[in-house]
């Protein structure tokens, strides 16, 4: 009987250490998918930030040079592409601040495009001021 048991007693362990072993392989593996989903998520990240730098730098220079041209609507409608495939491409990648960095991003946007504004609608009104100052014929050319 002692001898049976002892035989059952082996029997078990041997059947836990199957089941620790296969426990262990299964976490050895899940942690390299894990590691493999990483690297995966890294490249396709490491791609748009490619495509998406590429396409800011490559609206840039036309905002510099171009914008005040015969072609302005299309410069301008390339930079609203590049900052929609920006927003569209990288923030979901970005750590998640409750949705903060699209808000910082239209508070920013709206501090620049409202102090363009201000300094365009002063240009224009020192413009009219300095052309009531002139005579009226010149006011009439």
Known sequence: MKAAERLALAA?????QK?????QGAVRT?????????AQELRVFLYRLALTLALLVAAGWPFAKKRKSTYWPFVWGFIFFALLAFFAELVPYLPS???YVRYIVGIV?????GRHAIVSLNRYLKEQ??????????CRE
């Open 12 to 16: 078990m362990e041997a059947q836990q």
């Open 19 to 23: 089941a620790l072993d296969a426990s």
């Open 30 to 38: 899940r942690d390299k998918w894990q590691s493999a989903q990483r």
């Open 97 to 99: 601040f409750g949705g």
């Open 109 to 113: 946007i709206t501090v620049l495009v």
């Open 129 to 138: 001021k300095l052309a009531k100052l002139l005579p009226d014929a010149q």
